[in-house]
């Protein structure tokens, strides 16, 4: 079975410091993705990478960034956190091309105190 | 531009009830349409798909056929459970990264 963990499944930050939320699977998936999930909204991509230290914005990413070093790895990065980054992160990864099924990590909850 | 509506929630039934969810997409060309599940305290997971129209996605006993005239993938299932109270993304590619555009999710609650 595809595995992807996310570091945390909770998380609470102040103002201004800097997260780090990593991803990781285990299976050799080239694509990889981050959303974020707010009530009313569904699922909003903010960042994905399509191979080792390639990355693309997606709809979201302002006040993100994100790092891919290695392939199974897959790293969001709010460089000064803001309350209104409060919200459920998901991770996923999906083989290759359109209408492969992504597969997800279990969910990061962060609160931005 | 691309875009996924799905009927808003929560959805409220008693076990053994028929499930409709509607999704209706505006997309370019015919892309594959996934259901997705997302249940309390989990990510998400692929519920079932379709390739091409008039497919038909099946899985636990849920079923979306593709309907290419009215872009639609409605979500049904003859008898919900109370296991399948849960939250219901519709989704589809819209360029071959392999990323996807989700509704805005409905949520399902099932009473016994």
């Known amino acids: 079975d595809v595995k992807v963990t996310q570091s945390s499944r909770y998380l609470v930050k102040r103002t201004g410091e800097k997260v780090f939320l990593e991803c990781v699977q285990d299976?050799?998936?080239?694509?990889m993705f981050w959303y974020r999930q707010d009530p009313g909204l569904g699922l909003r991509l903010i960042y994905f990478s399509y191979d080792v230290k390639m990355k693309e914005k997606g709809d979201i990413p302002e006040g993100y960034s994100v790092s891919r070093e290695k392939k199974e790895r897959f790293s969001l990065i709010l460089e000064s956190a803001s309350t209104n980054q409060t919200s459920m992160y998901l991770c996923?990864?999906?083989?290759?091309?359109?209408?492969?099924?992504?597969?997800f990590g279990p969910g990061t909850r962060l609160t931005v105190l | 531009g691309d875009s996924v509506t799905q009927m808003e929630g929560p959805v409220t039934l008693s076990e053994e009830a028929f499930l409709t969810i509607n999704c209706t997409y505006t997309?370019?060309?015919?892309?594959?349409l996934f259901w997705y599940v997302q249940y309390p305290g989990e990510g998400l997971q692929l519920l079932l798909k379709a390739t091409k129209a008039d497919d038909k996605g099946s899985n636990k006993g849920f079923e979306a056929t593709y309907r290419k005239e009215t872009t639609s993938f409605h979500l049904e299932k003859g008898s919900v459970q109370v296991s399948d109270s849960a939250v219901y993304f519709c989704?589809?590619?819209?360029?071959?990264?392999?990323?996807?555009?989700f509704g805005q999710g409905t949520t399902l609650q099932v009473k016994p």
């Open positions: 996923a990864s999906t083989q290759g091309a359109r209408g492969d099924t992504q597969y």
């Open positions: 997309a370019t060309g015919y892309p594959s």
């Open positions: 299976m050799d998936h080239e694509n």
């Open positions: 989704a589809f590619p819209p360029s071959n990264t392999g990323k996807l555009i």
